[in-house]
Antibody, heavy 117, light 108 residues
Framework: QVHLQESGPGLVKPSETLSLTCSVS?????????WGWIRQPPGKGLEWIGS???????FYKPSLQSRVTISVDTFKNQFSLKLSSVTAADTAVYYC??????????WGQGTLVTVSA | DIQMTQSPSSLSASVGDRVTITCRAS??????LAWYQQKPGKVPKLLIY???TLESGVPSRFSGSGSGTDFTLTISSLQPEDVATYYC??????????FGQGTRLEIK
């Protein structure tokens, strides 16, 4: 069974960089699939942020592309999200998920990141 | 950028009712349409992909249909455990992954 777990600071100051890591168990990232990040502001809908392949190939949502970096560490079986210059609008539950041809079939439990001074 | 619009944004129905949720794409997406269910306080769950293919373990009361720009999710007989927010998703190709705004389903 594939299991994903997000980790990282729950509070980030405005203008700083949000950094999260997703640890994957039950499946080797090196074996394939894309791996993605999705966020959900409190009380609102889902927003895809970007996805990465085990070889480091990435796709980002165009409107976030200038601020987003997703990277992968196949040795640790982890992938990470960095979102720069955050504002209150970036406050959300951040999910990592397995991206199967752009479908998300396994999800982490999500982690709330609040942007506040 | 293709937009996904769901209607209604919320609805209330009785147990046993047939429920239909609509998703419209701003331009044609063939059959690359998925539906997710997010129960209160829970993680989204993939229900249907390729417009009408049920993910393993999804009850047969759920069905999907449509093509091009107009799609529907139907619950043939609403059950209490179906209370959730439902999201459609276009997934034809990254970076054009987009979710609808969600439809909140409640029991009357």
């Amino acid at each position: 069974q594939v299991h994903l777990q997000e980790s990282g600071p729950g509070l980030v100051k405005p203008s700083e960089t949000l950094s999260l890591t997703c640890s994957v168990s039950g499946y080797s990232i090196s074996s394939g699939y894309y791996w993605g990040w999705i966020r959900q502001p409190p009380g609102k809908g889902l927003e895809w942020i970007g996805s990465i392949y085990h070889d480091g190939s990435t796709f980002y949502k165009p409107s976030l592309q200038s601020r987003v970096t997703i990277s992968v560490d196949t040795f640790k079986n982890q992938f990470s999200l960095k979102l720069s210059s955050v504002t209150a609008a970036d406050t959300a539950v951040y999910y990592c998920a397995r991206d199967y041809t752009s479908l998300f079939d396994y999800w982490g439990q999500g982690t709330l990141v609040t942007v506040s001074a | 950028d293709i937009q996904m619009t769901q209607s209604p944004s919320s609805l209330s129905a009785s147990v046993g009712d047939r429920v239909t949720i609509t998703c419209r794409a701003s331009q044609g997406i063939s059959n690359y349409l998925a539906w997710y269910q997010q129960k209160p306080g829970k993680v989204p769950k993939l229900l249907i992909y390729a417009t009408s293919t049920l993910e393993s373990g999804v009850p047969s009361r759920f069905s999907g249909s449509g093509s091009g720009t107009d799609f529907t999710l139907t619950i043939s007989s609403l059950q209490p455990e179906d209370v959730a927010t439902y999201y459609c998703q276009r997934y034809s190709s990254a970076p054009s992954i987009a979710f609808g705004q969600g439809t909140r389903l409640e029991i009357k």
